[in-house]
């Protein structure tokens, strides 16, 4: 750890063992065991805590060490005493999505009607879902209200879930780089992923816990594609161009001749050994399946119909994951709703990925509507 770095507590809780988590699939799930940690302190009337939600491959470790990697959390840059979401002055949490496996109930867990992993006999998941599990967590928290909800990518997902489903709930909202629904060029890029990791033959139908070996090689294929869609062309130009991988010239065979494509073996092969393949399964699944419009009768605005929370959105320029456009669907529907809503687009050629790099002006905004919104809830700046 830093200097600047918050004192971490890394917990985990067993939820649902009196009423189970019903699921929009139709299934239940009881002794949810939820994995999260928190940073800061919490005062005295619990109105100083904020929700931070990771995206697809990320974890509850947002500022403290990935205990695989032994990497710095990933967002490392945000999180800490001084920093934006400063620990002196609010309590953060970040907890395992729902279907994750860092901690939090996934198919990598036993099913206790079995004893046995779930594999793909784990229900399909939503980021309603996910939300409601969160919402558990809250309440044995005992925080009646969080100060903030925030995230980016998925993250932003479940912060505008948790505005819609309880706005009671949520002071305020800061979904990043994200939308109200997945397009279809995102559920495309989805399945290729998907159909990478089946294609394997270590995946076994899912079945694979047992097994001496794992479908490392599908999963890091999936990886790359994904990790394609992170980057802007611009970002990827000035990263790598056309510069060859330690050599003067071509080798006319399929080794990694360009800076690029070692990139992308080296982010595939780090991603297997931290990441559940039937989790990426099951998250980009839910991801899909997102639709916050489709949810209230196809009119986005009515999803937010009466809200009191306070929004911030934000989108990068050369993002084309999540562009512009589909984030100010999102401000178009709060407008319609009477939302308290603001809006910045961050120019910026670093792309999707930008929410976790060093971006001054994200910073600047984010640090402005958090002091804002503190000022409204009378908690001490």
Request: contains cysteine; charged residues 20%; aromatic residues 12%.
């Amino acid at each position: 750890m830093t200097e600047n770095s918050p004192i971490t507590y890394d917990q985990s809780v067993v939820l649902g063992t009196e009423t189970p988590l019903a699921l929009d699939s139709g299934a239940s799930l009881s002794n949810i065991n939820m994995a999260y940690c928190t940073y800061g302190t919490l005062n005295e009337d619990k109105s100083n805590a904020i929700l931070v939600c990771h995206a697809l491959t990320g974890d509850q470790y947002a500022a403290s060490r990935q205990p695989v990697t032994g990497k710095s959390g990933w967002w490392d840059l945000m999180i800490g005493p001084g920093k934006i979401l400063d620990t002196s002055k609010y309590f953060i949490v970040c907890s395992n999505v729902l279907g994750g496996c860092m901690g939090t109930t996934g198919p990598k867990d036993n099913n206790p009607e079995t004893g046995t992993p779930f594999g793909l006999d784990f229900p399909i998941i939503t980021i309603a879902d996910m939300v409601r599990a969160q919402a558990m967590l809250q309440d044995y928290l005992g925080i009646e209200s969080w100060f903030s909800v925030i995230g980016g990518s998925m993250g932003g997902m479940q912060v505008l879930q948790w505005a819609s489903a309880y706005p009671e709930r949520v002071f305020s909202a800061i979904p990043i780089a994200c939308a109200a629904r997945h397009s279809a060029q995102n559920i495309a890029f989805h399945e290729v992923g998907r159909q990478a990791v089946m294609a394997d033959p270590n995946w076994q139908g899912g079945d694979y816990y047992s097994r001496e070996t794992k479908p490392t090689a599908g999963l890091a294929v999936a990886r790359m594609a994904a990790h394609v869609t992170y980057l802007s062309e611009a970002a990827l130009h000035r990263k790598f161009g056309r510069n060859l991988q330690d050599r003067d010239n071509l080798t006319y065979g399929f080794d990694a001749d360009f800076q690029v494509e070692s990139y992308l073996r080296y982010q595939g092969i780090n991603f297997v050994d931290r990441f559940d393949a039937n989790s990426y399964l099951y998250i980009t699944r839910a991801m899909d399946y997102f639709d916050l419009a489709q949810d209230h009768g196809g009119s986005l605005a009515k999803a937010f119909d009466g809200t009191k929370t306070r929004f911030c959105v934000v989108s990068f320029s050369s993002d084309w994951l999540f562009p512009t456009a589909e984030n100010r669907d999102v401000v178009h529907a709060l407008i319609a709703a009477a939302a308290n809503v603001s809006f910045v687009e961050v120019e910026t050629d670093k792309g999707h990925d930008a929410f976790l790099l060093d971006t001054p002006e994200l910073f600047k905004t984010v640090q402005g509507f958090l002091k804002s919104s503190a000022k409204s809830r009378g908690l001490d700046e």
